[in-house]
């Protein structure tokens, strides 16, 4: 079964004065992300990832289309009590301390009252935050209130969460820990739904991701297949400073750097390159198929239509 | 049906349901409460204090006020009753708050004056009131003209109503008619027609409702007054003329001291009864007819204005 | 009654008892009450109507600003500050929060209350040394107050689920002004011409009525308030707060949080 199923889920806001124009946040959505998956929501800021969970939360309501949560109706109350959310840079009842906090979510998640003060103590403990329970959270820091974020959003023991943007405001440490905690998470056999800008997290946690670009899925798959799909190249370096002419019939890009020649070619050129190079006595050191990264796939993907903003690697 | 959609139809209901109800509580508060919010003129011991705590908004403060004066009165006249406790009050503070709130006084003039259950019986607060507002007013002659006609209806004081018209003559602009009633008080006071010009004139000079309405009963009960007195007149022309008492109407007719039947403001031929009198056919519809009236007639518990 | 309702107001609850600006003005009402005992003195024999009269009207004014204070931000600032996201998200229906929120307000503003109607007793406990059986009357008319609150924190709320607090603010405010006079209101009704005159009778009943609710003056007079109009207010008010929850609601229930 899958997790989530998002069936031609579409945003359409209007805008301007008199609501006239209108805007497409996002453009009819299918998508369905197993059971078990870690799954990664990619584009730029602005790209439609965030009015996709919104929707998903039953925060905005969709122009058109549904979706199904763990085979439920995503309208449907009973589901709630399954799912997790994290917000966008999220931002807590600051007059309450932690531990209340997480203790008034417990109540509102149905937390039975026995479990809820040890529900809390662990999850706090979990996201690395077991001292200060008791403090305010207007004394927070910004990374602080991101850990509480995921505090709360697992706190319930959902079979699913949804986190945007789980990394933001965290430092390159916070970013590992919570890294390691969506992988355990993935153990534990949650579904773990995140969207992110950052395409190092997606690439090192994903089963799969989704890219999303101007509200409309650009390209959807496996990590590993979607970058060997993109180039389909390989690497040859060899000694000496001689570029065979022959070469050059080969698409080979050659770049000369101290007494070695470094040459990026298509895949299916290799052996005539190589006996090319055999036939000049040149003396080959490497032969590396080029793989690609994500972000190659990632710029690729968004480059024909629209320079790329706001990508960090 | 999703459960968002009960959530909506529960609400829509729910709402309907207390608009309606609170609306229905409300009606029967304000039945409970007639003259509750009123209570409160005991309470202000001065109109100057008010004036204070109006904030500077007291043209909104006198509107208010007005408003409440002429409610109070209507509700109270409609009830029949017999006492106006608040309505000089009332009108006292209103005119404080807004000196210039010529309406109030001519309803004062209309109102305060007259005996009960027409008025509240108080034509000394009237001519206080009225007083108070030549003295705000003193270029608007309509403010005489009320003076001079609680002097002459309420306090048959034809010279006090003559010196009012005289004062009221010498305004710049005033009606020429307030020379004629000055000179007419010496002369005619206490007739039929006397009274008649000055309902016309108070009938033509406002705008107010309810002025204009019982400005034009009263109209009409003097027409019916008058007619009356010569229909009696008449009858006793006939039976010195034919030694009994004539069996219809039409006998008048046919004996040439009528021109014709004659028919009351209502429309209705008025009534010959058997010993002679005359009656109208509707006295209901005749609040301050003097005469024409049934033997013992009482009036209704509601009086009715004509508009 | 639903759990999630009353864990929705507690925490309300909680919220306004957290908040500082609220000390402030129930000391400020508080001083105004004492206030109320020196200009009493200076005006000879009437120190307890004056008392009653200033005391009271503190207690009304101060608690509608703070109605209207703490009503506009329970939706909005939810909304702006995104702390309603992690709340929705879970087992928790829109309609559920709108009653939590409005339920946390209106204990919040009894207890407000309570705190400043000490202050008008303690005046009166300090002029007279002992309590007159008229007294109980003063309570009558505080419990009216806070009928009053609750009339405008449900209207603070129902236009808060739509507008800028500034805006809701306003409106409140001026639905309270002119509320107060909705008797006289319903009075230039009555005396509309023609089809304006529906519209007016119309305008004039949907107006919440403070009018009745309001028997300061007549409570300082020492005046016995009739049982059958605390019943009636009391249904009054309940039926007019639930009609402006019920409207948030409606309202609530379709909004698309930005």
Redesign the interface.
Same mark, same amino acid.
């Given at each position: 079964m899958a997790a989530l199923e998002i069936i031609g889920l579409e945003k359409t806001y209007s805008v301007g004065f008199w609501r006239k124009r209108s805007k497409h946040a996002l453009r009819p959505l299918h998508l369905a992300v197993e059971e078990g998956e870690i799954f990664g929501f990619l584009g730029p800021n602005g790209a439609g990832k965030t009015t996709t969970l919104?929707l998903l939360?039953?925060?905005?309501?969709p122009t058109s289309g549904s979706a199904r949560i763990l085979g439920f109706?995503w309208?449907?109350?009973?589901v709630?009590?399954q799912?997790g959310?994290l #917000?966008e840079? #999220?931002?807590?009842?600051d *007059?309450?301390t932690a531990r209340e906090l997480l203790a *008034?979510?417990a109540?509102?998640?149905?937390v039975p009252a026995k479990e809820r003060r040890r529900r809390v103590d662990a999850v706090l403990h979990r996201v690395g935050l077991p001292d200060v329970g008791g403090v305010q959270l207007r004394k927070f820091s910004k990374g602080m209130l991101q850990r509480v974020?995921i505090a709360?959003?697992i706190l319930?023991n959902p079979r699913i969460v949804?986190f945007d943007e789980p990394m933001s405001g965290l430092d390159p440490m916070g970013r590992r820990e919570v890294r390691d905690l969506m992988e355990q998470l993935k153990h534990e056999g949650k579904t773990v739904f995140f969207s992110t800008h950052v395409l190092s997290d997606a690439e090192a946690l994903c089963d799969r991701v989704a890219i999303i670009h101007q509200g409309e899925l650009r390209g959807i798959g496996v990590v590993a297949d979607l970058t060997s799909n993109v180039h389909g190249k390989v690497e040859v370096v060899w000694q000496g400073t001689r570029v065979p002419s022959s070469l050059k019939a080969l698409e080979a890009e050659c770049h000369v750097t101290g007494d070695t020649v470094r040459a990026v070619l298509p895949e299916e050129n290799q052996d005539a390159a190589i006996d090319a190079l055999r036939r000049e006595h040149l003396r080959l050191i490497s032969l590396i198929p080029v793989r690609a990264s994500l972000e190659d796939y990632f710029v690729q993907k968004l480059a024909p239509r629209e320079k790329v903003e706001g990508v960090t690697v | 049906m999703t459960a968002a959609q009960r959530t909506t139809i529960t609400a829509s209901v729910l709402l309907t349901a207390c608009m309606l109800g609170s609306a229905l509580l409300l009606r029967r508060v304000d039945q409970m409460r007639t003259g509750a919010t009123l209570q409160d003129v005991l309470y202000i011991s001065s109109p100057k204090l008010l004036k204070r705590v109006s904030l500077g908004y007291e043209g909104l403060l006198a509107d208010i006020y007005w408003t409440r004066a002429v409610q109070y009165f209507g509700r109270k006249h409609m009830a029949y009753s017999d006492r106006y406790d608040l309505l000089a009050p009332l009108l006292e503070i209103t005119t404080a708050l807004d000196p210039h709130l010529i309406v109030a006084y001519q309803f004062g003039a209309s109102f305060l004056a007259p005996p009960p259950p027409d008025g509240a019986g108080m034509p000394e607060r009237a001519i206080q009131l009225v007083e108070y507002g030549i003295r705000n007013n003193p270029d608007d002659w309509k403010l005489y003209y009320d003076l001079g006609f609680i002097y002459y209806m309420d306090k048959k004081d034809y010279a006090g109503a003559a010196a009012a018209f005289d004062r009221g003559s010498k305004v710049p602009n005033a009606h020429p008619f307030m020379k004629i009633m000055a000179a007419q008080m010496a002369q005619h006071a206490g007739e039929l027609e006397t009274a008649r010009m000055l309902w016309v004139a108070t009938y033509q000079t406002t705008e107010d409702r309810q002025i204009r309405a019982n400005a034009l009963s009263h109209l009409r009960a003097l027409r019916v007054d008058e007619e009356v007195a010569m229909l009696e007149k008449a009858v006793a022309q006939y039976g010195q003329k034919t030694g009994h008492l004539p069996p219809s109407m039409s006998a008048l007719v046919v004996a040439g001291i009528l021109p014709g039947i004659p028919i009351d403001p209502d429309g209705h031929p008025y009534k010959l009864m058997p010993d002679g009198h005359i009656e109208v056919r509707q006295p209901d519809d005749f609040p301050f007819t003097q005469k024409g009236l049934p033997p013992g007639y009482k009036p209704p518990a509601t009086p009715k204005l004509r508009e | 009654m639903n759990a999630r309702v009353i864990h929705i107001a507690s925490n309300t609850f909680r919220e306004a008892v957290r908040d500082r600006v609220l000390y402030n003005l129930i000391a400020f009402a508080l001083l105004l009450s004492g206030a109320a005992i020196l200009v009493g003195q200076i005006s000879i024999e009437i120190e307890k109507l004056v008392v009653i009269n200033l005391g009271l009207t503190a207690v009304s004014l101060f608690g509608v600003v703070i109605a209207i204070f703490i009503g506009i931000g329970l939706v909005s600032k939810e909304i702006d500050r995104r702390t309603l996201y992690t709340v929705l998200s879970r087992p928790v229906r829109r309609w559920e929060f709108i009653v939590g929120k409005f339920l946390g307000l209106a204990g919040t503003l009894v207890v407000n209350t309570f705190f400043m109607a000490m202050g008008v007793f303690g005046a009166l406990l300090y002029l007279a040394h002992h309590f007159h059986k008229a007294d109980a009357w003063v309570l009558v008319a505080l419990y009216f107050i806070i009928l009053q609150f609750l009339i405008i924190c449900a209207l603070a709320l129902l236009f808060s689920s739509f507008s800028s607090p500034l805006l809701s603010a306003v409106f409140a405010f001026a639905l309270f002004v002119i509320g107060s006079f909705a008797e006289d209101l319903r009075g230039f009704a009555t005396m509309a011409q023609g089809g304006s005159r529906w519209l007016a009778t119309g305008a004039a009943y949907l107006v919440p009525n403070f009018s009745a609710l309001n028997v300061i003056s007549s409570v300082a007079h020492e005046q016995p308030i009739p049982g059958h109009l605390i019943l009636y207010n009391t249904l009054y008010a309940a039926l007019y707060t639930a009609m402006a929850v019920c409207g948030a609601v409606l309202i609530f229930e379709h909004r698309n949080l930005k």
């Open positions: 919104k939360m039953g925060l905005v309501f109706e309208t449907d109350p009973k709630k009590a799912i959310f #917000p840079q #999220p931002y807590f009842y *007059y309450l *008034y979510y109540q509102l998640s149905g974020g709360q959003a319930h949804f | - | -």
